[in-house]
């Protein structure tokens, strides 16, 4: 079985998306909704540059959001190296805003640490988001963008206090980006954790525009929120030249390096029916697309070996990155 999409909201509210408006969330959670759509990932911190618009967002809309499972995630102030953001009076914080935002007085479904906080005392952190679930603040609680060797030391804090461990892991996870199936997803299945991947299509960037000087109205051009950051993750020359390879040979037998990274995340990644791929989009289109190109099956052994000779490339560079 495959793993499950789940929509990620980051963009709900951001400018250069569709997603700006009440009527147009709701456009999209009602496609959503058709594709089998089920569970929404959010942020106190989503959008970047409007923290919390995207909770709003959804809380309006809450005819239909209530229908979704949701999940969110602990403010963190990217200005700062995460210190104090998983203190018990932050996360309480985090929370009580997430909730009124979100309308979800019943409590949501995950609750994420969005990143590592190196100074607050790892059994702080866990008690704080196990008293979240205690309270019925949420069901179950996650972790995003933690080190594993962090993530075990707090998995064994748990089974020595008898505390609930988090349900999942969210993650990076690609064509590029598998460093995860050797660093992290053997930790995770020995602790019967979930892996949620992000960015399974490379924020965009499998789609070769960015390194065929077609970056304009993509998250890599110059006029992009979040375009800098774009350039400065994906901006290595051997991950150019390798993607540049990979869209010429990937159309050179009939498919897109976008199709070929979503089949293969669907179908031949180390996921599992358990595990979930977050999808975003800046258009509703963007999302029917994925889906469809999902549903037409694995991948030929050709561009198997295509995905394959595509990692070997990378890996010296991306090896490490979770």
């Known amino acids: 079985m495959s793993?499950?999409?789940?929509?990620?909201?980051?963009?709900?509210?951001m400018d250069q998306t569709e997603f700006q408006t009440l009527e147009s969330v709701k456009s999209l959670l009602s496609t959503l909704q058709t594709l089998g759509?089920?569970?929404?990932?959010?942020?106190?911190?989503?959008?970047?540059?409007?923290?919390?618009?995207?909770?709003?967002?959804?809380?309006?809309a809450r005819e239909l959001s209530r229908d979704f499972a949701v999940d969110t995630k602990v403010y963190t102030d990217t200005r700062t190296d995460g210190s104090g953001d998983l203190t018990r009076e932050a996360v309480q914080k985090s929370v009580t805003g997430s909730l009124r935002r979100l309308q979800r007085p019943e409590g949501i479904n995950v609750l994420h640490i969005h990143r590592a906080d190196p100074s607050t005392p790892l059994e702080e952190q866990i008690q704080a988001f196990n008293e979240q679930i205690e309270q019925g603040h949420c069901k179950a609680w996650g972790v995003s963008n933690v080190p594993p060797a962090t993530l075990e030391k707090m998995l064994q804090l748990c089974e020595q206090h008898g505390w609930q461990k988090p349900s999942c892991y969210q993650g990076e996870?690609?064509?590029?980006?598998?460093?995860?199936?050797?660093?992290?997803?053997?930790?995770?299945?020995?602790?019967g954790i979930r892996f949620n991947a992000f960015r399974s299509m490379a924020s965009g960037f499998l789609s070769g525009k960015a390194v065929n000087g077609e970056a304009a109205g993509t998250r890599f051009s110059a006029d992009n929120p979040l375009g800098g950051a774009m350039?400065?993750?994906?901006?290595?020359?051997d991950l150019h030249?390798?993607?540049?390879?990979?869209?010429?040979?990937?159309?050179?037998?009939?498919?897109t390096?976008?199709?070929?990274?979503?089949?293969?995340?669907?179908?031949h990644s180390a996921l599992d029916e358990e595990d979930g791929v977050v999808i975003g989009a800046s258009k509703t289109s963007q999302v029917v697309d994925t889906v469809a190109m999902a549903r037409k099956g694995p991948l030929t052994d050709?561009?198997?070996?295509?995905?394959?000779?595509?990692?070997?490339?990378?890996?010296?560079?991306?090896g490490e990155i979770i």
């Open 3 to 13: 793993p499950q999409f789940i929509f990620g909201t980051a963009g709900f509210g």
């Open 37 to 60: 759509i089920k569970r929404l990932d959010s942020g106190a911190r989503y959008p970047p540059l409007s923290p919390g618009r995207s909770e709003s967002l959804i809380g309006a």
């Open 173 to 191: 996870y690609s064509l590029v980006s598998r460093g995860t199936e050797t660093k992290l997803l053997p930790l995770l299945r020995a602790h």
């Open 231 to 237: 350039r400065r993750v994906f901006g290595a020359q």
């Open 241 to 255: 030249t390798a993607v540049k390879k990979f869209d010429a040979e990937t159309k050179a037998l009939g498919a």
């Open 257 to 267: 390096p976008l199709e070929v990274a979503i089949r293969w995340i669907v179908h």
């Open 302 to 318: 050709d561009l198997l070996k295509l995905v394959d000779e595509l990692w070997d490339a990378v890996k010296g560079t991306r």
